[in-house]
């Protein structure tokens, strides 16, 4: 009976197949999920630019905080995976003889997100451990210099009040 197969628990909902079909399938549509959050929040910080931007670079200050910076890395590797496993759906769908390989294919898709996110883990985290500058800092010190609050060694703290009104 059809409810029989539908009254499964999580577990064993993703051991019924189990196989690299299966969690491919799974990884994709939560990576195309993830890409769906970080597409509504970035819109809601974009509009905050026009409508409040104390608010705006407030979520700057955020942004530049570890735990952001994994999350960003966490999005790349959402978007790579979506992609390149996208493109391996996509070309079993129109040769159907790489069905035969979907096992390889599937690999090759995560070994290929794995050979690019790795320089760019390296980018992107770098700067934490104190590797390499970080990206934009001599715009941001120039940026500030011009502003006329001169710069300050020290970054901003990471919880800066924030203020809803819109400037005069």
Do not use: C
């Not at 059809?2 to 196989?19: E, I, P, V």
């Amino acid at each position: 009976m059809a409810t029989d197969f539908r009254n499964r628990s999580l577990a064993q909902g993703l051991r019924y197949k189990g196989s690299t079909g299966m969690w491919t399938w799974l990884l994709h549509r939560v990576t195309g999920l993830g890409i769906l959050a970080f597409l509504i929040i970035h819109v809601a910080d974009t509009a905050a630019v026009v409508y409040w931007p104390d608010f705006y670079d407030h979520t700057l200050d955020i942004y530049r905080s570890p735990l952001f910076r994994v999350a960003e890395l966490i999005i790349f590797f959402s978007v790579l995976y979506h992609a390149l496993n996208g493109t391996r759906i996509i070309i079993q769908d129109f040769w159907p003889i790489a069905m035969l390989h979907q096992r390889r294919l599937a690999f090759g898709a995560l070994g290929l997100t794995a050979l690019f996110i790795l320089p760019v883990a390296y980018i992107m985290l770098a700067p934490l451990f104190g590797l390499r500058e970080e990206p934009g800092a001599e715009r941001h010190r120039q940026r500030q210099m011009q502003q006329g609050g001169g710069y300050e060694a020290q970054a901003a703290p990471a919880v800066a009040p924030v203020s809803m009104e819109a400037p005069r």
